[in-house]
């Protein structure tokens, strides 16, 4: 029987990974949200890692803009604490999944970015989050998996996709930046992702290091917007192009966050499919249940 441990279990990809878990009757599960686990407190993080196979950390500081003025405790979150979850791991053998972003890259690219391409984050989130990267390669050279996603939507958090078909209630146009491009990826999609390769890291099958877990393809937010006002049955040509510098923000964001999915071929795994399919198999989807449905 493999022990499992979730962390940020209250969170949209959190949640998602519970319900693939479930599935597995070989697999026991510890779900550790925000308020039952402090992941920035390290002698908490060893009390919870202890007795289990498996972390699957998904705890994170998610707020792009607040990190731009409060670098410092998104990188306790996103630096200081995977080390604490690293260490632990180092110290019991347990295997850890940590999850990542695209927001490591410059986004200034023409090419899918490689998984062992520079990184070079342009604000302080990325920053953050290259920091966990860089400690679960030093501290679990073996047992160390990094996972890269982007523009991930599901049922259990905001998301891009719920706040489109919510806007559509209330506007009768939408302006959407149509100059920034990556892979819209179904968090539920992600979870199934993550466990296939816990799995094949258990088995000997699928090296440590870094893995792009994003789905296939490329959009802008504009093309994903329409997609999904197709799928929920409204008129795309709601849906108008516009571009970044109509929504400033305190942080800048890439401009390209498409990443390439060659190495889980050396995990005898494919990558995730199109992003076209799993939207569609997030609005047919019955488990788990979305707010796609528009009234």
Not at 114 to 135: F, H, V
Not at 160 to 185: I, K, N, S, Y
């Amino acid at each position: 029987m493999t022990r499992v441990l979730v962390t940020g279990a209250g969170g949209m990809l959190g949640q998602d990974l519970l319900a693939v878990l479930a599935n597995r009757s070989d697999r026991t599960v510890s779900a550790a949200t925000r308020a039952e686990l402090d992941i920035t407190d390290a002698e908490a993080v060893r009390a919870a890692v202890a007795g289990h196979d498996v972390v699957f950390n998904t705890a994170a500081w998610t707020d792009v803009d607040g990190a731009e003025q409060a670098e410092a405790a998104a990188t306790a979150v996103n630096g200081d604490a995977v080390a604490h979850l690293a260490r632990a791991c180092a110290d019991t053998g347990a295997r850890l999944v940590h999850v990542s972003t695209d927001y490591v890259f410059p986004g200034n690219a023409d090419a899918p970015y490689a998984e062992d391409a520079p990184t070079d984050p342009i604000n302080a989130y990325g920053r953050s989050k290259l920091a966990g990267e860089r400690a679960v390669v030093r501290f679990l050279p073996e047992t160390g998996y990094v996972v890269r996603t982007a523009w991930l939507y599901g049922a259990h958090g905001p998301n891009f996709v719920a706040t489109m078909l919510r806007l559509a209630g209330q506007r009768e146009h939408l302006d959407v930046v149509d100059d920034q491009q990556g892979q819209p990826t179904w968090s539920y999609a992600l979870a199934t992702q993550l466990v296939a390769l816990a799995d094949a890291a258990l088995a000997g099958r699928a090296p440590a290091g870094i893995y792009h877990g994003t789905c296939s393809g490329r959009t802008t937010w504009y093309g994903l917007a329409r997609a999904a006002f197709a799928l929920a049955g409204l008129d795309p040509e709601r849906i108008r192009p516009t571009t970044s510098d109509r929504y400033p923000r305190p942080a800048p964001r890439p401009a390209y966050s498409v990443l390439g999915h060659d190495r889980w071929a050396v995990a005898g795994l494919p990558p995730l499919p199109d992003w076209h399919d799993t939207l569609s198999d997030a609005f047919d989807s019955p488990t788990p249940p979305a707010p796609w449905k528009v009234a």
